[in-house]
């Protein structure tokens, strides 16, 4: 198959090329950089030293001996250039990561809210519109969230895979209709995947356009099979307040001697995959696509929830860290439940990579190699959701030495 | 009360800024003039003579003794000239009409099919942020569309307005939650106002801002007392195949001589409501905002529905207007019911307009005052939902000559 990758520097992304183009696909990776630009608008750099797009695809030639292609272009602002490449790479699929993707940096500005709802709908306005101009009869396999459904919604009820049956009262009694699971997003970024949805049911009942959405929960981990091949070719570490995700940053904060900093009282419980289980699921979308005239096909792709305080419970107990509760920034229940559906994947062959001693490890071992490239300014959440909402001060403000944990650390292998 | 209008110099901005500057309230206009842009693309202009804003604005100070202000203002590409100009203003509502507004329009072209979103998503979601950044507690008021709901998707219940209590299966027993009637939106821009209503609930739910959507029916009529009173402040009458509205078109394809154009069987069911009811709509809903924190309220702003061949027929009647039965160029049901719920607007005191043979008349008079204005190559309904659908040629290619009808014509009384 012919993959495109739409967003495939990033963090989900790149990994999902390599592992794409190492199952024997032909993949061309389009993107805009501006998950980089973002880094420079920040200050801030991924704890892994990645390597500019060129080199990470000139050793993955090296060491694989498989080639992918890049083209940059700007999913938002360059239509134009999307609809008349589109005949030209006469793509099988196509996989569409190309949308700001951090809800606390969704949130952080007036502007950073427009550069999100504009770069994010018409990213992919753009990219269904090309596809019938171009009449490209590739399947697509957009990123979505777990957060579109929000938390608590269906109260005792797992929440199904995109879709429910409810009952709608008429004059005649209940009538049982199937609908998109209501959309409670908690962020500008959130929202932007409740739009994504919209947009795809219309264009694949006008259009016949094949879509399969994935509600992704939060993805942790940061290697896979192939990004560990070359030190080159290492995946993003996002540790900062804006994109770092929570397990990540606990695991960061564990290697650097920071508490773990838990928003409120960490009652959340959110979903979660790795991200070798991630790219997995890419494949099988894939491998699945829905009929032209289906309705988008949509998959919940998460392995396990856990809930915030005991994840930060878990890698104290690991690592010796202490645990900070600090304000939160965000407005959401201060304690949910989480029961997620996850059915459709799990027959088609994952086997899900859950919470293991020794993956978490493997990640927190990544952060301590990298330690030294840690700005400890850049850790605290100021991102917040309504003007005048409390924030933490930073815990600390330089990298403190290099200390045994009180609990004996995990060594550093490398 | 200081009134924004946004998109005040199109077809129901327009009167809407009229009324209520006639009932008293201060009020400004904002509008980038696109409508009349459109015009210049399409080769088309207003059946009637509108003139420019600078004088319509100077010929209502004239009669009226009231002022209007105008702001030339692109809300999708000027958000930030936006923020700066709230705080400035101080407005105590916002009506926001600033939206592309045609469903075939929508889906004429790539071009227009992107426009569309871009400038309508982008034009709501910088009000919103806007209204946030600048801390302005103005209630707003949008022109959404029954089109939103999409047609029988809920059996032989009414539509409700907005909101519908159905019964979500959990295992212990169905609970019962309130959902935002799911979208079924039959072009690109009823998406648009679909995409509008998940921003409306994210920023009043986050930011308690304060919005009243209106799912409006088709509009028929032009004129109100106030655009009535000098010809100079005449409101536009579309008749063309992308903007003219289905009642007004047979009003003018009766006052030219031009088949009744019905695509498919005519059985297309749809809700219709006034241009006299509409900007009395618009000063109700401004009288009864929602509280802050309140979800968005919605109102069905229609009066009442007919099936499209029934109008034809009635126009038919009283005109003696033949009746051409063209290919559909949408893809929509041939036949659907509609009943609709406007429970709210009758209780606040809108006292319904419906069709009258006398309001009939008055509009096919307008038609008929400047159907030398008509270009009758314009009229067939030319933008399809998918490509390749068929369309009809011109019925006629130059406007006939004045000719009595069989049915006997209604005498053009200026």
Same mark, same amino acid.
């Given at each position: 198959?012919?993959?495109?990758?739409?967003?495939?520097?990033?963090?989900?992304?790149?990994?999902?090329?390599?592992?794409?183009?190492?199952?024997?696909?032909?993949?061309?990776?389009?993107?805009?950089?501006?998950?980089?630009?973002?880094?420079?608008?920040?200050?801030?750099?991924?704890?892994?030293?990645?390597?500019?797009?060129?080199?990470?695809?000139?050793?993955?030639?090296?060491?694989?001996?498989?080639?992918?292609?890049?083209?940059?272009?700007?999913?938002?602002?360059?239509?134009?250039?999307?609809?008349?490449?589109?005949?030209?790479?006469?793509?099988?699929?196509?996989?569409?990561?190309?949308?700001?993707?951090?809800?606390?940096?969704?949130?952080?500005?007036? @502007?950073?809210?427009?550069?999100?709802?504009?770069?994010?709908?018409?990213?992919?306005?753009?990219?269904?519109?090309?596809?019938?101009?171009?009449?490209?009869?590739?399947?697509?396999?957009?990123?979505?969230?777990?957060?579109?459904?929000?938390?608590?919604?269906?109260?005792?009820?797992?929440?199904?895979?995109?879709?429910?049956?409810?009952?709608?009262?008429?004059?005649?009694?209940?009538?049982?209709?199937?609908?998109?699971?209501?959309?409670?997003?908690?962020?500008?970024?959130?929202?932007?995947?409740?739009?994504?949805?919209?947009?795809?049911?219309?264009?694949?009942?006008?259009?016949?356009?094949?879509?399969?959405?994935?509600?992704?929960?939060?993805?942790?981990?940061?290697?896979?099979?192939?990004?560990?091949?070359?030190?080159?070719?290492?995946?993003?570490?996002?540790?900062?307040?804006?994109?770092?995700?929570?397990?990540?940053?606990?695991?960061?904060?564990?290697?650097?001697?920071?508490?773990?900093?838990?928003?409120?009282?960490?009652?959340?419980?959110?979903?979660?995959?790795?991200?070798?289980?991630?790219?997995?699921?890419?494949?099988?979308?894939?491998?699945?696509?829905?009929?032209?005239?289906?309705?988008?096909?949509?998959?919940?792709?998460?392995?396990?929830?856990?809930?915030?305080?005991?994840?930060?419970?878990?890698?104290?107990?690991?690592?010796?860290?202490?645990?900070?509760?600090?304000?939160?920034?965000?407005?959401?229940?201060?304690?949910?439940?989480?029961?997620?559906?996850?059915?459709?994947?799990?027959?088609?062959?994952?086997?899900?990579?859950?919470?293991?001693?020794?993956?978490?490890?493997?990640?927190?071992?990544?952060?301590?190699?990298?330690?030294?490239?840690?700005?400890?300014?850049?850790?605290?959440?100021?991102?917040?959701?309504?003007?005048?909402?409390? @924030?933490?001060?930073?815990?600390?403000?330089?990298?403190?030495?290099?200390?045994?944990?009180?609990?004996?650390?995990?060594?550093?292998?490398?």
């Amino acid at each position: 198959m012919h993959v495109l990758i739409l967003g495939g520097d990033g963090f989900c992304g790149w990994p999902a090329a390599l592992h794409l183009s190492d199952l024997g696909h032909d993949v061309t990776v389009l993107d805009n950089l501006s998950r980089r630009a973002i880094d420079l608008e920040l200050e801030v750099e991924s704890l892994t030293p990645i390597r500019p797009i060129g080199e990470r695809l000139r050793v993955w030639r090296q060491v694989s001996g498989r080639e992918i292609r890049f083209v940059r272009l700007d999913l938002a602002r360059e239509a134009e250039r999307l609809t008349a490449l589109l005949p030209a790479l006469r793509p099988d699929a196509i996989v569409h990561f190309a949308e700001q993707r951090a809800a606390p940096y969704s949130m952080r500005s007036t @502007t950073s809210k427009r550069y999100t709802i504009d770069n994010n709908v018409r990213a992919t306005h753009n990219l269904l519109s090309a596809l019938v101009q171009s009449g490209t009869d590739a399947a697509l396999v957009h990123l979505g969230t777990m957060g579109v459904y929000g938390y608590g919604w269906s109260g005792s009820a797992p929440i199904p895979e995109g879709y429910l049956t409810v009952k709608v009262p008429t004059p005649d009694g209940d009538v049982e209709r199937e609908i998109l699971h209501p959309a409670s997003p908690g962020s500008v970024y959130h929202l932007t995947k409740t739009l994504d949805q919209l947009m795809f049911a219309f264009y694949a009942a006008n259009d016949q356009v094949r879509i399969t959405d994935l509600h992704q929960g939060i993805v942790w981990g940061t290697q896979t099979p192939q990004t560990a091949r070359d030190e080159r070719l290492v995946n993003r570490f996002d540790y900062d307040g804006d994109y770092g995700t929570v397990l990540n940053r606990f695991l960061m904060q564990a290697a650097i001697g920071h508490p773990l900093t838990v928003h409120g009282s960490g009652g959340q419980t959110r979903a979660f995959i790795h991200v070798r289980d991630m790219v997995r699921c890419i494949e099988i979308a894939l491998q699945n696509p829905p009929a032209a005239g289906d309705k988008p096909k949509v998959f919940n792709q998460v392995t396990e929830s856990h809930r915030v305080r005991d994840l930060a419970k878990l890698v104290g107990s690991l690592t010796g860290a202490s645990v900070a509760h600090l304000p939160n920034p965000r407005r959401e229940a201060d304690e949910n439940e989480l029961n997620v559906r996850n059915d459709q994947f799990l027959a088609l062959g994952l086997e899900p990579t859950t919470l293991s001693e020794g993956l978490l490890e493997e990640c927190r071992e990544t952060a301590g190699r990298y330690r030294h490239r840690v700005d400890p300014t850049k850790i605290i959440a100021r991102s917040v959701w309504r003007a005048g909402m409390e @924030t933490a001060e930073d815990i600390l403000t330089e990298l403190p030495e290099r200390t045994p944990s009180p609990a004996g650390p995990m060594p550093e292998r490398r």
